[in-house]
């Protein structure tokens, strides 16, 4: 292509083509599209996008992701605790960070605590939402104990259509990603907002 590379991009909402003239003085040697979809990892059968694996691989030589993604299944929801059917990406996240025990302790309560499914064994993400953000016990609530790591906890809600609803935990840790880096686009937590940056530079997508 007489020195441009291509790059397929997604960002959710658009699909596009880039072309970076790689010899050009007008474009610096180091410049990588935000939006170039080798930087991202699809998951929730291809219905959503996060970043890919950190680029610090553990002392094994595995790598971790940024952003772990567990889906909330209506149909299956003890999944959530059954660690066999546990992405092997979230399995990785929560090794490499030591969160393995408190993620079980987060999710077990999610699903034994009454109230967080209907009586169609659907989650009600507004009641997940609550557990997440109150004390447990005396204790710190599981928002708070998950920050101490510098992770944070996002309860996610995509309404696909009458009939479809996609629900889902997102676990990002921001001591790699900055909030005006990536942004949950649909968290439940209505007091939660992207930073100013994060709009104006991205759009409001990631």
């Known amino acids: 292509m007489g020195g441009a590379k291509a790059v397929t991009l997604d ?3 658009w699909l596009w083509l880039e072309f970076v003239d790689v010899h050009s003085t007008a474009v610096a040697k180091d410049y990588v599209s935000p939006y170039d979809v080798t930087l991202y990892q699809v998951v929730l059968n291809d219905q959503y996008m996060i970043p890919s694996s950190s680029s610090d691989a553990a002392a094994d030589g595995s790598s971790s992701p940024n952003v772990a993604v567990v889906e909330l299944s209506d149909v299956t929801p003890k999944n959530l605790i059954h660690h066999k059917k546990r992405p092997d990406h979230v399995t990785a996240f929560l090794t ?5 025990s408190l993620y ?3 999710t077990h309560a ?3 605590t009454k109230g967080t499914r209907n009586w169609a064994d659907s989650w009600r993400t507004t009641k997940l ?3 997440l953000q109150q004390e447990q016990d005396g204790n710190d609530s ?3 104990q998950f920050a101490a790591f510098h992770i944070q906890v996002v309860i996610c809600k995509m309404i696909q259509s009458e009939w479809s609803t ?3 935990i997102e676990l990002i840790d921001r001591s790699q990603l900055s909030e005006s880096t ?3 686009q649909y968290n439940v937590d209505t007091d939660s907002s992207p930073p100013p940056e994060f709009s104006s530079s991205r759009g409001g997508t990631s």
């Open 11 to 13: 960002c959710f909402r």
């Open 96 to 100: 490499q960070r030591g969160l393995t």
């Open 104 to 106: 079980e302790s987060f």
């Open 110 to 112: 999610l699903y034994e």
């Open 129 to 131: 939402l609550e557990i």
């Open 142 to 144: 599981f928002q708070d």
């Open 166 to 168: 996609l629900k889902w």
């Open 182 to 184: 990536y942004w949950p």
